[in-house]
């Protein structure tokens, strides 16, 4: 596997194709082999005494980013002795973690205290995060939602919001809140005869309204576009699906959406459906909401063009969309594809052949570094067919970064079906489905820009712990990672999770 080019390209910042940013990360890109790389807003100060910040534990390509009496950002992204460039005023101090990379955790020592009577050192100690269940989906008989498939999103005030594929009152799936200490609330409990079966998460828009879609239900059984107001009102705002006609083919306008919607700068909405379209092989679509109206700005094809996208769709300034196809392209496999603003498609990757050691069958979506190349997963294949981590250049050249179960017993995990997320020093985060030391309930794993790949966290690793994570990972402005399993938790039946 060719690393160099990635790890080069890596010391970046974060990609300015990215739809949803990666904040907890602090300031800008910097690699973690070359030294240290230290940033301050301030000046150093003048005391005759020294002022320093001893840093251990913190792994290559990560960082801390400390405050001094809640100012005077400082980041650190190595371990060793540095002088806290800061003006100390007041005549103390109060050291304070802001942020670390995503999966860590690091404890201060001697993080406070009286300024100018000697030398001052504190100490930063860094290690593996922890893992808590915030939330266990109820049994099947409690009416609450089960099998979470989706990403979750944070509101202003720090709330988790997603959707369960089923249960609720019906069994037809549900939107859920989880809020401090973990208490839930159902915002909508989606009724017999409307829509059904959220397969993705949710997007909000500046006011506060939620929109998701749902694989079935609506006027047509095709699948909706639902939406949530912020006074809790709720409506199907399109329904997917269309009658054949003498000219116009079945579901011409999408059926069956799968992945999570998301929004542009302008307000627009964008997405993806499973089949329908021109060629019944699937659509990327537009909907705006200020009028209510839906246009398919793509129908997917015949080989070599993909088939049956599924997982989010990502865009650049200029308004391209790049997305994945499970299916489809010159082996079957499925593909990489951009869809220009115009309405254009391009294969820019065909996955296969079976054997190759490429991967096959992506289901998640899309993340961009600054450069325009796309980072993403395969649900198999791979070296070891279990999946694998992808780049693709602007120019459509991809190299496998890392095959999963390239570890004795599948313990750096196997089938990755999520997407990644990217944070400020160009490492990848994700999950997967199975595999794990000593269990195979799935791990999240971060993949460095050299290409090691390091297990974050282990599912199983604790008693009604969840099982085979499936959405998209959060990861918020502290570092914190948020996301949900599709099993497991205290009845089996799917949790939301936190790593802190």
């Known amino acids: 596997m060719k690393r160099t080019r990635f790890a080069t390209r890596m010391m970046g910042a974060l990609a300015s194709l990215s739809v949803v940013a990666l904040g907890g990360c602090g300031g800008g890109g910097g690699g973690g082999t070359g030294g240290a790389l230290i940033t301050s807003s301030v000046s150093p100060g003048t005391s005759a005494y020294t002022q320093q910040v001893a840093v251990s534990g913190l792994p290559a390509y ?280 115009t309405g254009a498609g391009t294969v820019l990757h065909s996955f296969g052949p079976s054997g190759s050691g490429d991967g096959d069958s992506p289901l998640g979506g899309l993340v961009a570094d600054a450069a325009g190349n796309l980072y993403g997963t395969t649900q198999s294949g791979g070296a070891h067919s279990e999946g694998t981590v992808f780049e693709v250049t602007p120019a459509g050249v991809e190299t496998v970064l890392y095959s999963f179960a390239s570890l004795v017993g599948a313990a750096d995990g196997g089938v990755p079906d999520a997407g990644l997320v990217m944070d400020a020093d160009g490492n990848l985060y994700g999950t997967t489905v199975s595999g794990g030391p000593q269990h195979t309930s799935g791990v999240v794993f971060r993949l460095d820009p050299s290409g090691a790949l390091h297990v974050i966290y282990n599912f199983g690793s604790q008693p009604n712990d969840g099982v085979s994570p499936m959405g998209r990972l959060l990861i918020d402005s502290s570092g914190d990672i948020f996301g949900t399993d599709n099993a497991g938790g205290s009845s089996n039946t799917g949790t939301v999770f936190e790593i802190h």
């Open 62 to 341: 990560s960082r801390v980013v400390l405050l001094d009496n809640g100012g005077n950002p400082f980041t650190v992204q190595s371990d060793g002795n540095f002088a806290f460039p800061s003006n100390w005023s007041g005549g103390s101090y109060a050291l304070t973690v802001q942020s670390r990379s995503p999966g860590l955790s690091c404890a201060l020592s001697n993080a406070s205290g009286a300024l100018g009577a000697s030398d001052v050192t504190a100490t930063v100690q860094c290690g593996p995060a922890s893992e808590t269940t915030l939330y266990s989906f109820g049994p099947t008989i409690s009416h609450d939602g089960y099998g979470p498939l989706g990403s979750v999103i944070q509101d202003a005030t720090g709330d988790l919001l997603g959707t369960t594929q089923t249960g609720g009152a019906t069994g037809n799936g549900m939107v859920y809140k989880i809020g401090a200490g973990g208490a839930e609330t159902v915002l909508w409990s989606f009724p017999t005869g409307g829509p059904s079966q959220p397969y993705s998460g949710l997007v909000a828009d500046s006011s506060g309204n939620l929109y998701g879609t749902t694989k079935i239900g609506g006027a047509l059984g095709s699948g909706t576009l639902f939406k949530i107001a912020p006074d809790g009102t709720q409506s199907v705002v399109y329904s997917f699906g269309s009658p054949s006609s003498a000219n116009v083919p079945s579901n011409s306008n999408g059926a069956f959406p799968l992945g999570n919607l998301i929004r542009s700068p302008s307000g627009m909405l964008y997405g993806t459906t499973s089949a329908g379209g021109a060629y019944g092989a699937g659509t990327v679509f537009s909907f705006d909401p200020a009028s209510g109206s839906e246009s398919v700005l793509y129908s997917f094809g015949a080989p070599p063009d993909g088939a049956l996208p599924w997982g989010r769709l990502l865009m650049d300034a200029s308004g391209n969309l790049y997305g994945t196809t499970r299916g489809g392209g010159t082996y079957g496999l499925g593909t990489v594809f951009k869809v220009s603003s």
